[in-house]
């Protein structure tokens, strides 16, 4: 599975940014898809998941009530809306693919394809 996030830029705080992550040579339906981040100087972390058919998803606590993950099965496409963004949340944000779905903060190690990344920076 190849994954390719888009849609990171510059945002201001208290702002909305959408990224799209999108799959090509295998369907995602297969896997729980994941969102994690990677801030400057810091180490990548669990940003949220979300089960193969929608219905369940989880988040870290940093982004609770702030953040959600969508997908489309049919475009292959997951998504992952980010609102009342934080300079904090400035970071590289990569999608990944994993088999395993439980509502939890996931291990980085456990997934089994990555995207590239994509870079937000929050304004302040």
């Known amino acids: 599975v190849q994954l390719v996030e888009s849609g990171g830029g510059l945002a201001q705080a208290g702002g909305s940014v959408r990224l799209s992550c999108e799959a090509s040579?295998?369907?995602?339906?297969?896997?729980?898809m994941n969102w994690f981040r990677q801030a400057p100087g810091k180490e990548r972390e669990f940003v949220g998941i979300?089960?193969?058919?929608?219905?369940?998803?989880y988040y870290a606590d940093s982004v609770k009530g702030r953040f959600s993950i969508s997908r489309d099965n049919a475009k292959n496409t997951v998504y992952l809306q980010m609102n009342g963004l934080k300079p904090e949340d400035t970071a590289v944000y990569y999608c990944?693919?994993?088999?395993?779905?439980?509502?939890?903060?996931?291990?980085?190690?456990?997934?089994?394809?990555w995207g590239k990344g994509t870079l937000v920076t929050v304004s302040s």
């Open positions: 979300i089960s193969w058919s929608g219905s369940f998803s």
């Open positions: 040579g295998r369907t995602i339906s297969d896997y729980a």
């Open positions: 990944a693919a994993a088999v395993t779905y439980y509502s939890g903060v996931h291990d980085e190690n456990a997934m089994d394809y």
